[in-house]
T-cell receptor, first 110, second 113 residues
Framework: LAKTTQPISMDSYEGQEVNITCSHNNIATNDYITWYQQFPSQGPRFIIQGYKTKVTNEVASLFIPADRKSSTLSLPRVSLSDTAVYYCLVGGGNTGKLIFGQGTTLQVKP | EAQVTQNPRYLITVTGKKLTVTCSQNMNHEYMSWYRQDPGLGLRQIYYSMNVEVTDKGDVPEGYKVSRKEKRNFPLILESPSPNQTSLYFC????????????FGSGTRLTVV
């Protein structure tokens, strides 16, 4: 499974757009990029997944450049309730292995 | 409602007393997995299963057992719990091939004294 690198922490203010970038230089051809959100003492929650270009759902967008060596999770107009840890995971879908990195702790301030 | 259900939510036990944490999913998912989460160490995979009767070790399997006799259930067994297994445990499941869209349970906070 490809190793990922994310910033340890980020601060933002309510109403701003937040972009969290993840590096995954060793991504393989059949690997997907998936992001999770975790609140304290709760299980991680799936946010978004993509393979290439851009993916958008009701809560976030995921931007993946052509070389796929990085990806950016974009959270539009964050609120205090978006304060959480965000994990970027990279891997193929035909294995049960799932390795979480250290994640990015996002603190949204009023 | 599609969900992963773990029981119990909280458990305090004594060293050496065998225990089982149950996990059940109602989404007909093939893949199931157990994780533990500890401060400073993040989420670490204990065991995973890719289908009935197919299980494999994750990164920290020592001291744990699992079984997958039915598709919906994936219990985590601690034969002889020790204090270093005090942790927050999560079960997760997903269906088929094509990414990592796992659904996680609410967690089991285990304390071994």
């Amino acid at each position: 499974l490809a190793k990922t690198t994310q910033p340890i922490s980020m601060d933002s203010y309510e109403g701003q757009e937040v972009n969290i970038t993840c590096s995954h230089n060793n991504i393989a051809t059949n690997d997907y990029i998936t992001w999770y959100q975790q609140f304290p003492s709760q299980g991680p929650r799936f946010i978004i997944q993509g393979y290439k270009t851009k993916v958008t759902n009701e809560v976030a967008s995921l931007f993946i450049p052509a070389d796929r060596k990085s990806s950016t999770l974009s959270l539009p107009r964050v609120s205090l309730s978006d304060t959480a840890v965000y994990y970027c995971l990279v891997g193929g879908g035909n294995t049960g292995k799932l390795i979480f990195g250290q994640g990015t702790t996002l603190q949204v301030k009023p | 409602e599609a969900q992963v259900t773990q029981n119990p939510r909280y458990l305090i036990t004594v060293t050496g007393k065998k225990l089982t944490v149950t996990c059940s999913q109602n989404m007909n998912h093939e893949y199931m997995s157990w994780y533990r989460q500890d401060p400073g160490l993040g989420l670490r995979q204990i065991y995973y299963s890719m289908n009935v009767e197919v299980t494999d070790k994750g990164d920290v399997p020592e001291g744990y057992k699992v079984s997958r006799k039915e598709k919906r259930n994936f219990p985590l067994i601690l034969e002889s719990p020790s204090p270093n297994q005090t942790s927050l445990y999560f079960c997760a499941s997903r269906g088929g091939v094509g990414g990592y869209g796992y659904t996680f349970g609410s967690g089991t906070r285990l304390t071994v004294v």
